[in-house]
């Protein structure tokens, strides 16, 4: 829809002592974006929310009215102003880019800081270690429900369990292991193996059973689709154990 400046839309949003609404707030700065001057209606107690609630039908707030309409809440208002919409449901790749960005600026960083060449080989390993630590990381947000959304995809974790548990710590600890270039003899069979493990599984369910998971990639509560980039995760860790048992700097 059009902007449509110089008209007036009423807002009904809750400020109490205790809370503000957050999305009261974002519909005003909505409205004002696009042109309309707002008037701002303050709910200042439970009992005045829940009296206007009840007078318009609602069950939530912020509501918005434009010309006597009620236009709705802050999701309602985006459709009426043509904007998007988020699908908490949908999909998204964005939890793991970012990771894998961050990733690669700190590496970036470190070389930096320690007066190496940008975009060495050098580079390229502490990304990858880099990587791993924050991908574990995000795990270990919530261990027992990342292990639980593992299991549906884990060969090894579906005959032992508890290997859900750990997997976190050991990714962490091998990412630490790697960028600091210690005890090899320690990071690369683990790396080696957890990919390995993590590789053939992420394979199997996706590429010859077909089937449609999330990923627990980056934790428990992600939307991240199960295939290219959980198995990307598994082959980097593969490859960088390789790399360091061929003793190739």
Not at 64 to 70: H, N, P
Not at 140 to 149: I, W
Not at 186 to 211: C, N, Q, T
Request: glycine letters at 6%.
């Amino acid at each position: 829809m059009a902007d449509t400046p110089h008209k007036t839309a009423s807002l009904y949003r809750m400020v109490m002592p205790s809370h503000i609404c957050p999305y009261g707030i974002k519909s005003r700065w909505l409205l004002r974006r696009h042109g309309y001057r707002v008037d701002d209606h303050w709910l200042k107690s439970r009992a005045e929310t829940d009296a206007f609630k009840a007078q318009h039908d609602v069950k939530t707030t912020p509501q918005t009215f434009i010309d006597g309409q009620r236009i709705g809440g802050h999701d309602d208002l985006r459709r009426y102003l043509g904007l998007k919409v988020r699908d908490p449901n949908a999909t998204s790749y964005v939890p793991v880019l970012a990771v894998f960005a961050v990733a690669a600026l700190l590496a970036l960083a470190i070389d930096w800081l320690t007066f190496l060449p940008l975009l060495s080989l050098v580079t390229i390993e502490r990304f990858v270690a880099i990587a791993m630590m924050l991908l574990a990381m995000l795990k270990l947000q919530d261990v027992d429900r990342f292990a639980t959304m593992f299991l549906n995809y884990d060969l090894l974790a579906r005959r032992l369990p508890p290997y859900g548990l750990a997997y976190p710590f050991l990714e962490l600890g091998a990412g630490v292991l790697m960028l600091t270039r210690s005890f090899d003899w320690l990071s690369i069979p683990v790396a080696l193996f957890i990919g390995g493990v993590g590789a053939v599984s992420v394979f199997k369910a996706v590429y010859l059973d077909k089937r449609e998971l999330k990923c627990a990639c980056v934790g428990g509560g992600s939307n991240v689709p199960l295939g290219f980039v959980s198995l990307t995760e598994n082959l980097m860790m593969i490859a960088m154990a390789l790399w360091m048992l061929a003793g190739i700097h």
